[in-house]
């Protein structure tokens, strides 16, 4: 099994990216797929989750401003990131399962968002 993270990088508040999740060695269609940080001397926070479906989930804090999406052909999930908060700041982590933390079964090496002007 394999999670590999992208698209992470310094942005300043405001701003928009997109994080990429190429995942592969186990039946990615039928996963429900998570979204998870950490922030700088915090613990892991739920971010968003897609279950295989479609449905969506977020966090409150990040609703309306924060899109998930799958791409099944591709194995791939993505989060759009729009109108950063430096408090968005903190590692990005793509899961499996979800979108309960504890039923995160296996995530990525993460990809670092920094929000600073």
């Known amino acids: 099994v394999q999670l590999v993270e992208s698209g992470g990088g310094l942005v300043q508040p405001g701003g928009s990216l997109r994080l990429s999740c190429a995942a592969s060695g186990f039946t990615f269609s039928i996963s429900t797929m998570t979204w998870a940080r950490q922030a700088p001397g915090k613990g892991l926070e739920f971010v968003s989750g897609?279950?295989?479906?479609?449905?969506?989930y977020y966090a409150d804090s990040v609703k309306g401003r924060f899109t998930i999406s799958r791409d099944n052909a591709k194995n791939a999930v993505f989060l759009q990131l729009n109108s950063l908060k430096p408090e968005d700041t903190g590692v990005y982590y793509c899961?499996?399962?979800?979108?309960?933390?504890?039923?995160?079964?296996?995530r990525g090496q993460g990809t670092q968002v920094t929000v600073s002007s």
């Open positions: 899961a499996i399962g979800g979108p309960a933390l504890a039923t995160i079964r296996q």
């Open positions: 897609i279950s295989r479906v479609g449905t969506t």
